[in-house]
C-alpha cells in the first residue's frame, strides 16, 4: 500500500480494501497489547474510529466517481428489537405524521428513532403494563380537554419509565413495575 495522499485520482477500490484489512490484521498482532494495552481496547475504540473514517473515504470517492458503489451500512448482528404493542406503535406513528409538516426530515428521522428506543425500553422493562396510552389519552381529553390529556398521558409515561430506572433488579427485591400498571389501570 503506497501513500498517495498527493494524488488523491489514484485512490480506488482496492487501496480502501486494503487499508481496512490493515486495520483488522493489526488487531490480530501478538504486540497490540504493548501499543493498546490489550486487543479488546484496540477494538473498541481507535479500530473502530479508523474503519469509521476509511468508510467515510469510501464515501466520498464514491461522490466522486472513483469508487462504483456506497458502503453498506453495517448494523450490529447482535441488536435485537423487541416486539412493541401495535397500539403504541400507532400513537408514535401519528404523532410523528403531524410533525413531518413542520420539521425538517433529519429531525424526524432523529425523533422517530428516539421513540422507537423509548417503545422498545417500554416492551422490555414494562411488558406488564396493558392501557394503551391512547386509550388513556381519549378518556383523559373527553372530560378535560386535549392540553391536560398530553401532559398527563405524558406524566404517566414519565413515571413508567423513572419507576423502572429507579427500581432495584436483585433477585431478593421486587421490582416496581406492578405498581406502575396499577397506576397506569387506575386512571
Known sequence: MDVVADRPAGLDAGYVDDMLAAIRRF???????????????????????????????RVALYHRGQVAALPPKAMPPYAYRPAVKPEMRAVVERCLAVRRLTLRPNT???????????????ATAAPAIVASPRAFF???????????????TARKLAVIVFSTRTSTTSDDAPCRIEGVSNYLMAA
Do not use: C, M
Not at 428521522?109 to 417500554?122: D, W
Open 27 to 57: 488487531g490480530e498482532r501478538a504486540d497490540v497489547g504493548l501499543f493498546w494495552g490489550s486487543a479488546e481496547r484496540y477494538r473498541v475504540a481507535p479500530a473502530k474510529a479508523w474503519i469509521t473514517r476509511v468508510t467515510q473515504l
Open 108 to 122: 424526524i428521522y432523529h425523533r422517530e428513532l428516539s421513540l422507537r428506543r423509548f417503545l422498545e425500553y417500554i
Open 138 to 152: 381519549i378518556r383523559i381529553r373527553d372530560k378535560r380537554g386535549k392540553h391536560v390529556a398530553a401532559v398527563a
